[in-house]
């Protein structure tokens, strides 16, 4: 893969190119504010950006804002953004750019290295990968009358685990259940959700976002 990283820690920004570069990735730029973010992907078309969501000057959501203009500039930009606390809502602007090719996760998830590059990569195949905790956070605030209210517990599960970027071997090693079992699953909530197989966009991805909002 060919990578963009904006994170204005220098520590942790090195930190990511070592792990990345270690894993055979390559970093084609480097950046640490928001304007330098949205320049080198229009000037390298990277096949995914890692993006700080708080940056100078104003630490707020300043990374957040540059990954939404580059991807209004170069769209379809896979961006897989890092934030330090949880806040559901920027997963959610995030998203309004496009359905594919989007990740959330919190910063303590770089640690976990083999998981982190997985991310990476899933979201650079244009896949949506949430951190389980803001997918915790959007199942304990559902209300009652969604139109997610046909799906029974366990497809709920399956949902939320495939919100989290899991393929269905993965799904299938969680639950404790074979990869059959999980399959049905998929194609009860892809039937349940309204998704048929003519479907333009991925199954899989507007599934999520339903997930998402509900």
């Known amino acids: 893969m060919r990578v963009v990283i904006a994170e204005d820690a220098v520590l942790l920004r090195e930190g990511i190119i070592r792990l990345l570069a270690d894993a055979g990735e390559q970093i084609i730029a480097a950046v640490g504010t928001g304007p330098d973010l949205v320049a080198a992907i229009v000037a390298h078309r990277p096949d995914v950006a890692i993006v700080d969501i708080r940056m100078p000057p104003g630490f707020r ?16 930009t896979p961006v897989l953004v890092l934030s330090q606390y949880i806040e559901e809502r920027y997963a959610g602007e995030l998203l309004e ?26 979201v650079a195949g244009g896949g949506t ?19 997610l209210d046909a799906l029974t517990p366990r497809e709920r599960e399956v949902l939320g685990l495939m919100a989290e970027g899991h393929a269905n071997a993965a799904i299938a090693e969680r639950l404790f259940v074979g990869d059959g079992t999980v399959e049905k699953h998929v194609s009860a909530i892809f039937a349940k959700l309204g998704l048929g197989e003519d479907e333009t966009g991925h199954r899989r991805v ?5 997930y998402l909002r509900g």
Do not use: H, S, W
Request: net charge positive; proline share 3%; charged share 35%.
């Open 206 to 210: 507007l599934a999520v976002l339903a």
């Open 129 to 147: 990968v949430l951190d389980p905790e803001v997918v915790t956070q959007l199942v304990a605030r559902r209300r009652r009358g969604d139109r």
């Open 61 to 76: 959501d300043e990374g957040l804002r540059a990954a939404i203009e580059a991807r209004r500039r170069v769209p379809g």
């Open 97 to 122: 750019t496009g359905a594919e090719g989007i990740g959330y996760l919190l910063k303590d998830r770089v640690a976990d290295v083999a998981d982190f590059v997985a991310a990476v990569r899933r």
